[in-house]
């Protein structure tokens, strides 16, 4: 299981650059550490379609060495959440994205942005 801060943003980028090899849309990750016990990372992407959310999440946990603790969502691909204890990874539908506004929610965390051009 990641432990420690450098390792927790270790495993954030690498499932930021995962999801951007399955061409994810607006891939940010929301530092949570200090104001939440839940995790210290929020990775948050998008995509239109549920083939494409699949391939999203399938390549993330095909590749990650550590296996999520819980997996949501793959029966409707409205919103599929990868769970590796430290680093929370949320891949919504477009549409679901802008609804729960998870950004907007936590207003107050640092938020990163990863593009192709980062890697």
């Known amino acids: 299981m990641p432990t420690g801060n450098t390792t927790s943003l270790n495993l954030t980028k690498t499932i930021a650059e995962l ?29 239109d379609t549920d083939v494409q959310i699949k391939a999203i999440a399938d390549n993330i946990r095909k590749n990650t060495q550590t296996k999520p603790v819980r997996i949501e969502g793959y029966e409707k691909m409205n919103w599929i959440i990868l769970d590796y204890i430290d680093v929370v990874v949320h891949i919504f539908k ?3 994205r802008e609804y729960y506004n998870l950004e907007k929610l936590w207003g107050d ?6 593009s192709e051009n980062d890697s």
Do not use: M, P, Q
């Open 19 to 47: 999801a951007i090899d399955k061409k994810a849309e607006r891939v940010i990750s929301i530092d949570l550490k200090g104001l939440t016990s839940i995790t210290d990372h929020f990775l948050i992407c998008s995509a």
């Open 94 to 96: 477009n549409i679901e």
């Open 109 to 114: 965390a640092k938020i990163i942005t990863y």
